[in-house]
């Protein structure tokens, strides 16, 4: 299993971009990484996922480099409703995956302040 | 995800007593996971199914079994409850062509007391 490493918290204001960094040294060729936003009291929810460079959707961009062994969330311009926990996740979501590989882990406590 | 559902959503019960906790999904994904979350802390997997026919243990599967009745529904049962069990439980759903990203429900908040 790719173990993954992200800060515990982080704060930020009203409008700036927060970038959240995962270090996954030990990612496998066919892993990609996926991230989740989970709001209290509420099951996680999906954000993105991506497998090498750039990926970008309507709420975020996943930044990865040549090298796989870490990822960047990049939340553009966050509000007060982006304060959330946001998850992680490497594993192989490919047909031949026969056994569960994703871990949760803490997350990032993620806070916005006004 | 309205389209996973929990029942009950929320469940107060006594030590010693059999709780089961239920989850449908009408996304049509083959894979259901049952999950438990204490308070400040992440995810933990309790089971997983890969297809109707496939029940593999996940990271505390100690106390807890599942069933899995069809492709919609997957039902975890505590035996026996006891008051460490106390937690927010998720089931999820995934779909391994579209990535395998995870569905989740509302989820039961279960106290023991």
């Known amino acids: 299993l790719a173990k993954t490493t992200q800060p515990i918290s982080m704060d930020s204001y009203e409008g700036q971009e927060v970038n959240i960094t995962c270090s996954h040294n030990?990612?496998?060729?066919?892993?990609?990484i996926t991230w989740y936003q989970q709001f209290p009291s509420q099951g996680p929810r999906f954000i993105i996922q991506?497998?090498?460079t750039k990926v970008t959707n309507e709420v975020a961009s996943l930044f990865i480099p040549a090298d796989r062994k870490s990822s960047t969330l990049s939340l553009p311009r966050v509000s007060l409703s982006d304060t959330a926990v946001y998850y992680c996740?490497?594993?192989?979501?490919?047909?031949?995956?026969?056994?569960?590989?994703?871990?949760f882990g803490t997350g990032t406590r993620l806070k916005v302040l006004a | 995800d309205a389209d996973v559902t929990q029942t009950p959503r929320n469940r107060i019960t006594k030590t010693g007593k059999r709780i089961m906790l239920e989850c449908s999904q009408t996304?049509?994904?083959?894979?259901m996971y049952w999950y438990r979350q204490d308070p400040g802390l992440g995810l933990q997997l309790i089971y997983y199914s890969f297809d109707v026919k496939d029940i593999n243990k996940g990271e505390i599967s100690d106390g807890y079994s599942v069933s899995r009745q069809a492709q919609a529904k997957f039902s975890l049962s505590l035996e026996s409850a006891i008051p460490n069990q106390t937690a927010l439980y998720f089931c999820?759903?995934?779909?391994?062509?579209?990535?395998?990203?995870?569905?989740f429900g509302p989820g039961t908040r279960l106290t023991v007391l």
């Open positions: 991506g497998y090498k």
């Open positions: 996304k049509g994904h083959d894979r």
């Open positions: 999820a759903t995934s779909d391994l062509g579209a990535g395998d990203t995870q569905y």
């Open positions: 996740l490497v594993g192989d979501p490919t047909p031949n995956s026969g056994t569960y590989k994703y871990i």
């Open positions: 030990n990612i496998a060729t066919n892993d990609y």
